[in-house]
């Protein structure tokens, strides 16, 4: 008996000391990626598909994370060029810019290849969220996501069917998907009214004040500007969370910088960001 015993133990412990060694059949395991330390990384993932992340400088704590979705047709450099990688250094967020499938995003009913393909754009970017948050500090409540034109109405479609943002900023879209019953998340969305490419729908963020349980939306011109008065219309909503729509009148399908239009797309949704963890 203590012969067999000796054995089992035996064989426990080479057992033990082949699952230190990763393993004694000859099969190594994958080593896990490395950290991302400070800078800008180009990173390959699943379809070959590019996504370049943003680490700050200098972070107190984990970071908060906005992941920013270029138009159609785009790429993840265009995005770069949306005025928020300025900021990752000064205001200490990680910013992820994904490329789409053949420069699109599958928003539901738009755009390009991946739309046509039926492209699970849903869990691709959650997977980009995932193994950024796998290689870097990330703070789970303060995760974000913004774009323009088909990459806000992939910024919709990621708020419809997730819950993994506390707020969502979409900039000349709508929403081309399913959102019946999105997960409570605070929403800004900017649009000119005189978009000819996606008209402005004051319906498309309906769900959210619903599932935000918002009190009536309060609407204030901010300002004359050299294209019109920019409007801001806000419904504060249950544990701190808010719908805001800004738009701007005289202004076509683009991104409203401080100088021209009186509101710098940027720098207003990075402050509502900011202003609005999840709670």
Known sequence: MR?????????????????????????????APPPLKAGVHAITMKGDRLVTVHVPAHRAGPAPLVL???EFPGNGAMAMGYGFDP????????????????GSWNAGGCCGEASDNDTNDVAFLTSVVKQVEARTKIDPKRVYVTGFSNGAMMSYRLGCQTDLFAAIAPIAGDVESDCKHPAPASVLHVHGLADSAVAFDSASDAPWRKSDDCGPPKVTPLKGTQSGTVHRSVAECAHGRSVEVVTIDGMDHEIPWAASQGFGAAQEIWAFFAAHPRH
Do not use: N
Request: proline content about 4%.
């Open 3 to 31: 012969a067999k015993l000796r054995a089992a133990a035996s064989a426990l412990m080479i057992l033990m000391l082949c699952g230190l060694l990763a393993g004694c059949s000859g099969h190594s395991a994958a080593p």
């Open 87 to 102: 900021l990752v250094d000064t205001e200490g967020f990680v910013a992820v810019y994904p490329d789409g499938l053949g």
């Open 68 to 70: 920013v979705l270029h």
